[in-house]
């Protein structure tokens, strides 16, 4: 009798997991629409994924947006002043209600123009920029904090602009000093945060925006997850996909780039790495950027290139070079599509660049650093002959060139952003020689001399840090600052200060200044340099740091020719 | 002294006693190499929050299971008669399996999850109750 009942008992629990095994094998067969699942924050992911949640807690992604605290403020708020234009910020800390508050106060002499108390900071990598609350709308604050450089910074310093008018005089107007102020609700919200709903009323043209979280977090990449989480309350699911990980069987209530074909997985990355324009502006002010991660991004918008137009006009042009390559950050997915890697291969980003691993500048992945990714498919070139062949240098050239890696040939640093210029993410062949293109080519970048052309009557890459335009002039100041290009110290620290000193862009003084501290940081010591300073201030300190340096003062007639050829055209920067 | 009882489930009382004393040294030697663990400050240890939670339940289960089973085969197995053998090697069974399933299951242990080794652990735990009554139930009928 017992014997019976045992068995009894037993064959009903074995029919109750036969059933709920069906149940689950079904559900994760069923595809899910996750356009219509909520978002439940990283909190609830981490009860699960702690490792995960930890190497993703390390990356500037996730700390892109935050609520403004002593924790997450970088800035010392002491009391802080930085003039410009006849402004001063100064920077403070008071008591407020809830912990300390964040004060900036601007003046022009004994005026107070506008005393703006910090809400929230935006970035935590190179630069941290401060939003403040304005009735129905955040507002980025024209000065920032350089992370770095532990230094406050005005905006105009981070973008490709002129100087304004009154500079020299210390009286720059007011809307000049806030060029760069802009809105945060229908501009920064999309890509640093988590389900962004700007909440445009075209109405009333105010804003009841909401994101489902501050900064860049799991639910940005992996989709929301509300589904996900009540649907693996089940232990008998989540043992399913343990063992069906094993014969790669996804679950379908969540979205996984590794399981994502190339070109679906570089879509995650693209929505924010890959500046784009929409037939629908109005739907996305309103409700948001209807992408869910796994989804083709094309069905809701197109990346710019050059050629795009609005209205017949190829608005973007300033953005590219002329051929087709982009000359400014968050253009990375353009570069991408770009590049026979991903069209005839099957590169995507998370080939090199790893979300929970690696160095976080840069969160390129530690197996394949160096010449490694490359290598994977160009496995010939892992030999020192045959590299030497791929790049036609001839074997007497060979040390000088053995520390030159894949990417600094293929993807060179011709794209400029945040005050720093990046590598190009089209990878290409370099075409050294004859200039067909405004872009400055890899071998160039080096060889600012001119000394790898043919044609030693061409004009020099060196030119271009006086007579280009804004970029050209970024990219070759950020070139001498490396001490592998083709001028002794002394000519490269001389062209720096003569950019610190001249250019009319203060974008191109710091990247110029940024070069001079990156060769002889410690035998200057502390500098007044600002490259925001009326030129006048900015003369006198480049007199001083070329007299610690033992150098000639540079005449300013000396390039003045190619001044003049110089392009003063603003770059606009996808605000 | 008196006699041992001729229904008294014998067999089963030693291998209960047997098993609790060497549990016991075993389950207090994974307990040290623990401490050890935390003593060296062992990176694959530490680290592992989950790892450590289910060797800590496994010392802990275990050694009180162990020492349940020495218990047991002072206190309890005299109670039983040889006719509730099964009893016997259920509470031994369990007290062997419960510890051993939440070790068992910490080694290549998914991120979220113990490894299916776990599946022990309940299945252990509802013998391990169902031992308890048995003995409870003896106790109460016992004179």
């Known amino acids: 009798m017992r014997i019976a009942i045992a068995v009894a008992i037993g064959l009903a629990l074995i029919a109750l997991l036969g059933l709920e095994a069906q149940a689950v094998s079904r ?92 809400g929230r900071t935006v970035g935590s990598h190179r630069d941290q920029q401060l939003l403040v609350r304005e009735d129905d709308r955040w507002v980025r604050l024209p000065v920032a904090w350089d992370i770095e450089e532990a230094r406050w910074i005005h905006m105009n310093e981070a973008f490709l602009t002129p100087d304004p008018p009154g500079l020299d005089d210390d009286h720059v107007a007011l809307a000049e000093y806030a060029r760069h102020v802009v809105t945060w609700n229908d501009n920064c919200v999309f890509c640093h945060n988590v389900g962004p709903r700007p909440g445009l009323d075209p109405a009333s ?20 997850g509300a589904d996900h989480v009540q649907a693996n309350t089940s232990p008998m699911r989540r043992y399913a996909l343990h063992a069906g990980g094993l014969h790669d069987r996804s679950d379908p209530s969540i979205v996984s780039p590794a399981r994502l074909s190339p070109e679906r997985s570089a879509d995650v990355c693209g929505r924010c790495h890959g500046q784009r324009i929409t037939d629908d502006v109005s739907r996305f002010l309103t409700h948001g950027d209807p992408f869910v991660p796994g989804e083709d991004l094309a069905l809701y918008s197109a990346p710019l290139f050059v050629d795009t137009t609005i209205r017949g006009e190829e608005v973007f042009a300033a953005r590219f070079w002329d051929d087709g390559t982009a000359r400014l950050t968050a253009y990375e997915f353009q570069g991408y599509t770009q590049s026979r890697c991903a069209t005839e291969g099957a590169l995507t980003c998370t080939d090199c660049h ?114 280009g335009d804004p970029i050209q002039r970024v990219i070759v100041a950020s070139a ?91 770059i606009e920067i996808g605000e | ?19 609790g004393w060497v549990g016991l040294a075993t389950w207090a030697m994974l307990g040290i190499a623990l401490e050890a663990a935390h003593g060296l400050k062992l990176a694959g240890y530490l680290d592992d929050e989950l790892t450590r939670l289910l060797l800590t339940l496994a010392h802990a289960h275990g050694v009180a299971l162990s020492l349940l089973l020495v218990v047991f085969a002072h206190a309890g197995a ?35 999850d113990p490894g299916i080794a776990i599946l022990i652990v309940p299945i252990a735990g509802l013998a391990l109750v169902i031992g308890l009554a048995r003995v409870a139930f003896a106790s109460w009928r016992s004179p």
């Open chain 2, 78 to 112: 005299p109670l039983l008669s040889k006719a509730d053998a099964w009893t016997s090697r259920l509470l031994t069974g369990a007290a062997v399996a419960l510890p051993l399933g939440f070790a068992l299951s910490s080694i290549a242990h998914p991120e979220s």
């Open chain 1, 27 to 118: 559900d994760l067969d069923t595809p899910r629409d996750l356009h219509r699942v909520d978002f439940v924050g990283s909190a609830a992911c981490t009860r699960c994924h702690a490792e995960h949640a930890a190497s993703f807690e390390r990356t500037f992604h996730r700390t892109m947006t935050r609520e403004a605290t002593r924790d997450t403020v970088f800035a010392p708020f002491a009391g802080e002043t930085l003039t410009y234009g006849g402004f001063e910020a100064r920077m403070t800390t008071e008591a407020g209600p809830e912990g300390a508050r964040f004060v900036v106060t601007l003046s022009r002499g004994e005026h107070v123009v506008d005393r703006a108390i910090v």
């Open chain 1, 354 to 467: 790893g979300m929970h691993e690696g160095d976080p500048r840069g969160q390129i992945r530690p197996s394949v650093a160096g010449d490694a990714m490359c290598t994977r498919c160009h496995d010939a070139l892992a030999r020192d002959g045959e590299r030497l062949e791929h790049v036609s240098i001839s074997p007497s050239l060979e040390d000088e060139h053995a520390r030159v890696a894949c990417v600094d040939c293929h993807m060179p640093r011709v794209v400029y952003g945040l005050r720093e210029a990046h590598r190009s993410h089209r990878i290409d062949i370099p075409r050294p020689g004859a200039r067909t293109s405004d872009r400055l080519d890899a071998c160039a970048l080096c060889h600012l001399d001119g000394g790898h052309q043919p044609d030693r009557a061409a004009a020099a890459p060196i030119d271009d840090l006086f007579a």
């Open chain 1, 480 to 570: 001498l600052g490396r001490e592998d290009v083709a001028f002794t110290s002394r000519e490269r620290l001389t062209f720096l200060l003569e950019s610190m000193r001249d250019d009319r862009y203060p974008g191109v003084r710091s990247v110029a200044f940024a070069s001079l501290r990156a060769n002889v940081d410690r035998a200057i010591g502390t500098t007044e340099f600002s490259p925001t300073a009326s030129s006048r201030v900015r003369d006198a300190e480049v007199v001083r740091l070329a007299d610690a340096l033992s150098l000639t003062v540079p005449s300013p007639d000396l390039h003045a020719s190619l001044r003049a050829r110089a392009s003063e055209r603003a």
């Open chain 1, 205 to 224: 043209g105010r804003f009841t925006t909401e994101v489902a979280e501050l900064g860049v977090a799991c639910e940005a990449c992996h989709g929301p």
């Open chain 2, 1 to 19: 002294m008196s006699e041992p009882d001729d229904d008294i489930d014998l067999r089963g009382l030693r291998g209960a006693r047997t098993l």
